[in-house]
């Protein structure tokens, strides 16, 4: 109820919440993608942590988080726990209704919590072929391309170039690999990173009904790509390379 929600939200509230440092996601020719860093920071130099933002709770359904930590914490198991709560109900989350339960979710999160708290969601629906952000007052707004987090701004540098429409979800995520290995190395004090993990990249085809995570190849294939480029980059490049 709201006085249990208000109750654990205060309590969270006292922490220093670490922050929830990209995800980025594009409406591309073939499909929907979605793709998330794994790094989160506290703000004060402590020993970051790594967990997944990018998740499928929903089928047909991509759904990823931004914000602060344990907003974002308690959002997704919520969320998640609704998911298997109303699975056989006539409540139920489906495609059709995500997005509408999801702002009303968020709407009632920001009433009950401190405003320095916050939780942005991205949502990918393969029936609609369409990607939509929810941000911190339950307000969703359909989006071609977004990138959300501390990164937001260098990583909008890279991919708002590309001619999403005519780009395939191959050629995206080959794109924001390289954005955030290149933050990771050069603009550390953005947060973004995976530490010895690898991106969280989801695929959501226009041809096929469920979404599928990037391919070992692929990501052998993206980490051979960017690590030379990396490499040669630096905080005072502006140099947008040639996929």
């Known amino acids: 109820n709201r006085r249990v929600m208000y109750?654990?939200?205060?309590?969270?509230?006292?922490?220093?919440?670490p922050i929830l440092t990209l995800i980025v996601g594009a409406c591309c020719k073939d499909g929907i993608v979605i793709i998330g860093d794994?790094?989160?920071?506290?703000?004060?130099?402590?020993?970051?942590?790594?967990r997944e933002k990018v998740f499928g709770e929903v089928a047909h359904v991509i759904t990823a988080y931004s914000g602060t930590e344990f907003m974002f914490e308690f959002l997704q198991k919520r969320f998640a726990g609704e998911v298997a709560i109303y699975r056989?109900?006539?409540?139920?989350?489906?495609?059709?209704n995500v997005v509408p339960k999801l702002?009303?979710?968020?709407?009632?999160?920001?009433?009950?919590?401190?405003?320095?708290?916050?939780?942005?969601?991205?949502?990918?629906?393969?029936?609609?072929?369409?990607?939509?952000?929810i941000n911190n007052v339950g307000k969703a707004a359909e989006v071609e391309y977004i990138a959300l987090g501390s990164g937001k701004n260098r990583a909008d540098k890279f991919c708002k170039t590309l001619v999403f429409h005519e780009t395939n979800m191959k050629e995206f995520a080959k794109r924001v690999y390289l954005v955030i290995k290149y933050l990771e190395v050069n603009f550390s004090e953005l947060g973004v990173g995976v530490g010895t993990e690898e991106p969280t990249i989801k695929y959501l085809p226009y041809d096929k009904t469920d979404d599928r995570d990037a391919s070992i190849d692929d990501l052998k294939e993206f980490k051979n790509y960017a690590i030379p480029i990396v490499e040669k980059l630096s905080r005072e490049d502006e140099i947008i390379p040639t996929l």
């Not at 109750?7 to 919440?17: C, D, G």
């Not at 790094?39 to 790594?50: D, F, M, V």
């Open 7 to 17: 109750l654990e939200l205060k309590y969270e509230a006292l922490r220093e919440p």
């Open 103 to 133: 702002s009303k979710l968020m709407e009632l999160l920001h009433t009950l919590s401190l405003p320095d708290y916050s939780c942005d969601i991205l949502v990918g629906l393969h029936h609609k072929k369409k990607l939509f952000w």
């Open 88 to 96: 056989d109900k006539s409540e139920k989350y489906t495609p059709e």
């Open 38 to 50: 794994k790094k989160l920071t506290n703000g004060r130099g402590g020993k970051p942590e790594y």
